[in-house]
């Protein structure tokens, strides 16, 4: 009896040594449970091949059904059972696409996206590169294959989410709300978005989406911040050892492929031109803003200088859902 007993008093003891901290000792483990930011640096002379398994697997674990591969220096997309999202990344050529009712053709650069329903493959006259984007559920019959958003008149600049200021340059490929956009697909959403300063936010874990950056122009000092603390944040549970670690920053290049996943605090700053894709589409209402509690942390332990935490000014006098 006394033998069954011991593992019980043994766990005891350990939380009473935990309850002297308080909860924030639980609570830091609970702040670690948002997954991680992810990156394949796929302009570089090796494509990063590690860092982008490792993307693809976190990818695939969390959204079943879903995939996400690189094709590089090719012309060709052989026919597939599933539909397709292709995002050009490198080279310019003509384009057709195969198998289906018809047969289309196109020029294609970077920035251009071709949707490929079951049966339909992609031949090119010259090389080109693609991040492509498996997803199981259909686009509607009027969705092109070819989306061009520097090409197409139906797609003008739209300001909003990453990129609000006055002249900003963001072309919705596809989109939720046919009030944005001519293109509607819910099971992803692109906007190709020139990023100088955006708010600071996350999507829920619960009817959120996770979300993708495919870098194509960079300025000096463009970058992303990211922040695994939402907990910690959202209850302005912050100390000042903990505000020092509060925010990671990764400066990009051009071919970056940034996973966000949903639950993940970001934010872009510095000046980058990528396609911003969420999977799956761009919920309203799930881009939650946490620039108020950034500004009420930093005022409650009077930070300064070096020491401020990072935050979008005009984010930051109340609350901001889009």
């Known amino acids: 009896m006394l033998a069954s007993v011991r593992p019980w008093i043994a766990t005891l003891c350990w939380i009473w040594l935990l309850l002297p901290s308080g909860c924030s000792g639980l609570s830091e483990i609970s702040h670690h449970r948002v997954p991680r930011m992810a990156i394949a640096h796929l302009g570089s002379a ?3 091949a590690d860092g982008f398994a490792s993307l693809r697997s976190a990818f695939r674990l969390r959204n079943p059904g879903h995939d996400v591969s690189f094709k590089g220096n090719t012309r060709t997309l052989l026919p597939y059972s599933k539909t397709r999202a292709a995002f050009v990344t490198e080279g310019k050529g003509r384009a057709q696409i195969s198998g289906g009712a018809a047969h289309r053709s196109s020029n294609l650069v970077l920035g251009d996206l071709v949707v490929l329903r079951p049966g339909e493959g ?10 492509i984007f498996e997803v199981p559920d259909a686009p509607p019959v009027d969705v092109p294959g070819f989306i061009r958003p520097d090409w197409d008149p139906a797609i003008t600049d739209t300001p909003g989410g990453c990129a609000e200021e006055q002249g900003a340059y963001r072309r919705i490929l596809l989109t939720w709300k046919p009030e944005v956009g001519r293109y509607i697909w819910h099971g992803l959403n692109a906007h190709r978005v020139r990023i100088t300063d955006s708010f600071t936010h996350y999507h829920p874990v619960v009817g959120g989406f996770d979300e993708f950056y495919l870098v194509q122009m960079v300025q000096p000092g463009g970058a992303i911040l990211t922040s695994r603390y939402t907990a910690a944040i959202e209850s302005r549970d912050v100390n000042r050892a903990l505000s020092a670690d509060l925010f990671r920053k990764d400066e990009l290049s051009v071919g970056d492929l940034v996973y966000l996943p949903r639950g993940l605090i ?5 000046g980058v031109l990528a396609h911003v894709i969420t999977v799956p589409g761009f919920r309203p209402g799930a881009e939650i803003g946490v620039d108020h509690h950034l500004r009420a942390i930093t005022e409650e332990l009077q930070l300064s200088g070096d020491e401020m935490i990072p935050y979008h000014q ?6 901001l859902v889009k």
């Open 314 to 319: 005009q984010s930051a006098n109340q609350p």
């Open 46 to 48: 090796d494509r990063d």
């Open 122 to 131: 992609l031949l090119t006259d010259a090389p080109l590169s693609f991040v």
């Open 266 to 270: 970001h934010r872009g700053i510095g």
